[in-house]
């Protein structure tokens, strides 16, 4: 019975000490949460980018064994990051769908910088692409195989890929 009541003082007296830490916790936990999931994001987004870029080398390399390609000619300083093509493709993409209110030569200019930028992430990865040659909708259809060689390398592209379908019940 002794050590029970032995034990039961220092048991209260760390409830009474907690208690303090306890309610603050409560009243700022939105905040903690909200700190945490911005963070979670962060690192979410940083790893996303990291898987991109890893794919991209090991398609690369894999494309460049099987053709004995020489890599070398790829590091040249006036070559544009990969990383910055992905970005402004990404960025143009949504542009040249276009929108009610913008006028159709400003469509044909981020349609001709998209179809620009796709030119460039193909030589910059050695996939083969026609879009010089082809007009009207053989060209359309080219942008979108194109957008499919450059996803299946490893480039992601939003959109390039169907989502898949969900259950409704």
Do not use: K
């Not at 692409?129 to 592209?157: F, K, S």
């Amino acid at each position: 019975m002794e050590v029970g009541r032995a034990l039961l003082v220092p048991l209260m007296v760390a409830a009474v000490v907690c208690i303090p830490v306890v309610i603050a916790v409560l009243i700022c936990a939105d905040e903690l949460v909200d700190r945490f999931a911005g963070r979670w994001a962060q690192w979410r987004s940083r790893h996303r980018e990291r898987r991109t870029i890893a794919r991209l080398d090991r398609a690369v390399e894999a494309d460049a064994l099987t053709r004995n390609i020489d890599l070398s000619r790829l590091d040249r300083p006036d070559r544009r990051p990969l990383e910055q093509l992905a970005t402004e493709l990404r960025q143009l993409r949504g542009h040249r769908v276009g929108g009610p209110g913008r006028a159709t030569v400003w469509h044909e200019a981020a349609l001709a910088s998209y179809d620009n930028r796709l030119r460039l992430a193909c030589a910059a990865l050695g996939i083969t692409q026609h879009l010089d040659e082809l007009t009207g909708v053989d060209r359309q259809i080219e942008r979108v195989r194109v957008e499919g060689l450059l996803h299946r390398a490893g480039l992601i592209l939003p959109g390039s890929r169907p989502e898949p379908r969900q259950r409704h019940r």
